[in-house]
């Protein structure tokens, strides 16, 4: 008996238990409602079918919507299930638009952050909107842990236009700009659409300037492109951000030049003589300085006076002497002039001796322009003392190696015989002029060979002249960058490096010395430098700022090699393309700089990635193309997430401590 109540007991208690397990649960919204029972069992025996799951019951709902919508509903339903029918409650489809854009980012701003959901949700009014989301997805997520950013970020999305929406959803990588200058971007994107290629190469511009310190340097270029649209995307594609900033500054002088000169040539002469230009657009007009450079290409001196920063000013403030010392001696002229004689005598004296003598002058006055007793003489007697002391200059050094060869050749020997006659140098030439006069050293030194001829004279001298003065020559860190990176034409990163063969191939073009005699002399010259050379380098190696002199100096022989800074700048458009964005920043930031126009930095950026650090940063070998295609892709990548970055930084409170 008491075995049969125990097993009533027990059966009684499992149909509780039973009864218990397949109970109906009940979910609730956020609103603390009742919701629909989501359980799906069959039928007990008994018992009445159970109604519908919450699922079933939506998708129901919109079987008679639009199949945009339908599509939208069954998306949802199946990825997200309950997510999905609690978003729908509440948010209705707008809410399930955005759980399908920002997939799991949606519901943990629906969870966590209703309001900022609920700012997104309104956003959602076309399909423009839900698709810049999409794109932004991953960036999203990665900013779960920074509330600061997010509503920031928020906020601004909700406060764009339609019009700044669709350009953002076709352009996603343009975002960070059209938060930054929402108007002007925007405006700027929708008046290019025909144009895919300039439009790409706008916003490449725009990209590569820092969105750190605000728009404002954001709107200088906005306001330079609308000021010389076809101008600023012309010289960029030329000449990258140098050409662009080149536009910004001189503008105007670029439009009243007009077709005289061709883009590339008035670009380079403004970049090389960008501050004379400065200083002439204190006093004059743009159109004043556009009619000395269509000057300038009207008597040919385009390549001189892009050679060197002091030569559009040797031209205009000396005139017709200045350009003749121009076409003898060549770019370097004006640097002799500005940089070796500031009083307005001695300067005057040198620029005529120049017109009249040339190269010939020009290392004269380069080798002794300190020289007390040479500045006395020139005072007096002007450039008729330089043939002289030329003739004389060269004489003893050739001499002495060619006396130390054991076997000479009968040229040679013929050009020995000659120098020991001779028998004087360029000081004693000086003082000879000092003490006797011009007349004398004059009727001594008529002779028919001129050993100024013999070595390779102005190269080598002013070469020597950098290294004693420990100075670089005055071309810009920019083309210093843009050769280093691009175009070092011979393999010189210092002294020990210069290969002699090189140093006289440049000599080796001077078709005057046509004599055997001058011939072989110049061979001994040759050597002399060669050995020379490594023995310079090593007493370099000694000193403290050895390295530096020799980087200096072979930066100035390489674009010598090249053929001048003018030929190099006019190589610049090969360059842009084998330039990362590193190289591209780094040669036009000084000019940018002067222009108003702050350039990104591209360092590493760090975001978090479900609690994980996470380290972005652009390629290293990454250049110009790069940035077009990340404009031309329908994704964001890391690109944009540095300039997002950059944006949101500026937006961010500042500190007390940064204020």
């Known amino acids: 008996m008491k075995r049969t109540f125990a097993v009533v007991a027990l059966l009684a208690a499992l149909g509780v238990l039973a009864k218990l397990a397949v109970r109906p649960v009940a979910v609730t919204d956020r609103s603390g409602t009742a919701g629909v029972d989501v359980s799906a069992r069959a039928p007990v025996d008994g018992e009445a079918a159970p109604g519908p799951s919450p699922e079933d019951d939506l998708l129901a709902r919109y079987r008679e919507a639009p199949a945009e919508d339908r599509e939208l509903v069954a998306r949802t339903v199946e990825r997200y299930r309950r997510n999905a029918v609690a978003i729908e409650r509440s948010d209705g489809l707008r809410g399930l638009k955005l759980l399908d854009r920002l997939d799991l980012e949606a519901v943990f701003l629906f969870e966590k952050h209703p309001t900022e959901f609920r700012r997104l949700r309104d956003m959602l009014s076309d399909d423009a909107a839900a698709d810049l989301l999409l794109h932004w997805r991953e960036y999203f997520g990665m900013k779960r842990a920074d509330e600061t950013d997010r509503k920031l970020l928020i906020a601004e999305l909700q406060g764009l236009t339609p019009l700044q929406r669709r350009m953002a959803a076709k352009y996603p990588s343009a975002l960070p700009l059209i938060l930054a200058e929402p108007a002007g971007v925007a405006e700027l994107m929708a008046a290019h659409q025909a144009d895919e290629s300039a439009l790409v190469d706008h916003l490449v511009i725009l990209s590569l300037i820092s969105l750190e310190n605000g728009a404002a340097d954001v709107r200088s270029a906005l306001r330079t492109i609308d000021d010389h649209p076809a101008l600023a995307v012309d010289a960029f594609r030329r000449y990258g951000l140098e050409g662009f900033a080149l536009v910004s500054l001189y503008g105007p002088v670029l439009e009243a030049l007009g077709a005289a000169t061709t883009l590339d040539e008035s670009l380079i002469l403004l970049r090389v003589n960008t501050d004379y230009v400065d200083e002439l657009l204190q006093t004059h007009r743009p159109e004043t300085v556009a009619r000395h450079l269509r000057h300038v290409k009207a008597v040919g001196l385009v390549r001189e006076v892009g050679g060197s920063p002091n030569a559009l000013r040797l031209a205009v403030e000396f005139g017709a002497s200045g350009e003749k010392a121009l076409a003898k001696a060549g770019p370097d002229a004006a640097d002799v002039v500005f940089g070796d004689f500031a009083d307005p005598t001695l300067r005057n004296q040198a620029v005529a001796a120049l017109g009249d003598h040339g190269a010939m002058a020009l290392a004269m006055l380069d080798k002794y322009a300190t020289d007390p007793?040479?500045?006395?003489?020139?005072?007096?007697?002007?450039?008729?003392?330089?043939?002289?002391?030329?003739?004389?200059?060269?004489?003893?050094?050739?001499?002495?190696?060619?006396?130390?060869?054991?076997?000479?050749?009968?040229?040679?020997?013929?050009?020995?015989?000659?120098?020991?006659?001779?028998?004087?140098?360029?000081?004693?030439?000086?003082?000879?002029?000092?003490?006797?006069?011009?007349?004398?050293?004059?009727?001594?030194?008529?002779?028919?060979?001129?050993?100024?001829?013999?070595?390779?004279?102005?190269?080598?001298?002013?070469?020597?002249?950098?290294?004693?003065?420990?100075?670089?020559?005055?071309?810009?860190?920019?083309?210093?960058?843009?050769?280093?990176?691009?175009?070092?034409?011979?393999?010189?990163?210092?002294?020990?490096?210069?290969?002699?063969?090189?140093?006289?191939?440049?000599?080796?073009?001077?078709?005057?010395?046509?004599?055997?005699?001058?011939?072989?002399?110049?061979?001994?010259?040759?050597?002399?430098?060669?050995?020379?050379?490594?023995?310079?380098?090593?007493?370099?190696?000694?000193?403290?700022?050895?390295?530096?002199?020799?980087?200096?100096?072979?930066?100035?022989?390489?674009?010598?090699?090249?053929?001048?800074?003018?030929?190099?700048?006019?190589?610049?458009?090969?360059?842009?393309?084998?330039?990362?964005?590193?190289?591209?920043?780094?040669?036009?930031?000084?000019?940018?700089?002067?222009?108003?126009?702050?350039?990104?930095?591209?360092?590493?950026?760090?975001?978090?990635?479900?609690?994980?650090?996470?380290?972005?940063?652009?390629?290293?070998?990454?250049?110009?193309?790069?940035?077009?295609?990340?404009?031309?892709?329908?994704?964001?990548?890391?690109?944009?997430?540095?300039?997002?970055?950059?944006?949101?930084?500026?937006?961010?409170?500042?500190?007390?401590?940064?204020?």
């Open 373 to 659: 007793d040479f500045r006395e003489i020139l005072r007096l007697h002007g450039g008729a003392i330089i043939p002289p002391i030329a003739q004389a200059d060269a004489g003893p050094e050739t001499l002495a190696l060619l006396q130390s060869k054991p076997q000479r050749s009968f040229t040679e020997s013929l050009a020995k015989t000659a120098l020991s006659l001779s028998g004087d140098d360029g000081q004693t030439a000086i003082r000879m002029i000092q003490a006797d006069g011009l007349e004398r050293v004059a009727s001594l030194s008529d002779q028919e060979l001129r050993y100024y001829q013999f070595l390779p004279l102005y190269d080598m001298l002013h070469l020597g002249n950098v290294l004693r003065h420990g100075q670089s020559p005055t071309t810009g860190e920019a083309a210093w960058a843009l050769l280093d990176g691009c175009f070092v034409v011979a393999d010189v990163l210092s002294l020990a490096a210069i290969q002699p063969e090189a140093a006289v191939a440049v000599e080796a073009a001077r078709t005057e010395v046509k004599a055997a005699v001058r011939e072989s002399a110049r061979s001994a010259g040759r050597e002399l430098i060669e050995a020379a050379a490594p023995t310079t380098a090593k007493g370099l190696a000694r000193t403290e700022a050895g390295d530096l002199a020799a980087r200096r100096l072979s930066r100035w022989w390489t674009v010598r090699s090249a053929g001048g800074v003018y030929q190099l700048m006019r190589r610049t458009p090969e360059a842009l393309p084998r330039m990362t964005l590193a190289q591209l920043a780094a040669t036009a930031r000084p000019l940018c700089a002067k222009a108003g126009l702050r350039l990104s930095l591209w360092n590493p950026v760090h975001l978090l990635r479900e609690g994980v650090d996470l380290t972005l940063k652009i390629p290293a070998d990454r250049g110009l193309k790069y940035v077009a295609a990340q404009f031309a892709q329908a994704g964001v990548g890391v690109f944009g997430f540095q300039k997002m970055e950059e944006h949101l930084a500026s937006r961010r409170p500042k500190s007390p401590s940064g204020s």
